[in-house]
């Protein structure tokens, strides 16, 4: 209940635990409305016509602060800068940068992910500030 209570509260630390916690419900959550959209529009699906998934689009709106919430939490939980959450956006300039110049695309594709793959081992795997 306690993880309820702090869903937009950037202030204060989260543990590894309640990282996990939230991403998993996340996950199954967005799983969820991706089969209720893809079961809604079946027959679209068949017909090779376009749909707009809204209840996706609807849960990712309304998952992003609290994902944004509870990452701010538990970098500072690693005392790490919040700020380091930038990184996430890489893929995408990267992606801007590699449209409009000659890289190689396996610099591209390296690059881009390795801010995401930072971001992730920090808020999953690395142990929180000793707590004495």
């Not at 306690?2 to 916690?21: P, Q, S, T, Y």
Request: proline share 6%.
């Amino acid at each position: 209940m306690m993880i309820m209570r702090r869903l937009l509260d950037f202030n204060g630390v989260a543990n590894r635990k309640e990282w996990w916690v939230f991403q998993i419900s996340v996950g199954i959550i967005s799983w969820l409305t991706n089969i209720i959209d893809s079961s809604l529009f079946a027959d679209a699906m068949e017909s090779y016509t376009f749909h707009v998934p809204w209840i996706s689009i609807i849960t990712s709106i309304v998952s992003f602060p609290i994902t944004l919430a509870v990452n701010v939490r538990r970098l500072r939980d690693r005392s790490k800068s919040p700020h380091l959450l930038w990184l996430v956006l890489l893929p995408v300039l990267i992606l801007i940068v590699g449209i409009f110049t000659t890289f190689p695309p396996l610099i591209i594709i390296l690059g881009s992910f390795a801010g995401v793959v930072y971001v992730f081992v920090e808020c999953a795997f690395l142990p929180g500030r000793d707590p004495w």
